[in-house]
């Protein structure tokens, strides 16, 4: 933990730019894709579609989600 107080202490005395540029490589390291999520995402799905498309499943209209839409 002391060292990233030490880390916030300098990116304070970087110029606006910098510590943007900073904040935005911060920022994109934290949304990168998780490979192990998105393969469980892939195989969800397409247990829901089958399902969908075995009529066990039945899907919902659109307006009855987004009713304001």
């Known amino acids: 933990m002391e060292e990233s107080k030490i880390l916030l202490e300098k ?9 943007f540029l900073l ?3 911060l920022i994109q390291s934290l949304d ?3 490979q192990t999520i998105d393969e ?3 195989i969800e799905a397409e247990k829901r579609l089958n399902a ?3 009529g066990k499943l039945k899907g919902i209209p ?3 989600i987004f ?3």
């Open 32 to 34: 990168e894709p998780d």
């Open 52 to 54: 969908y498309r075995a």
């Open 23 to 25: 904040i935005d490589g």
């Open 67 to 69: 009713p304001d839409q």
């Open 40 to 42: 469980i995402w892939q």
């Open 11 to 19: 990116a304070l005395q970087l110029k606006p730019e910098e510590r």
């Open 62 to 64: 659109y307006e009855e």
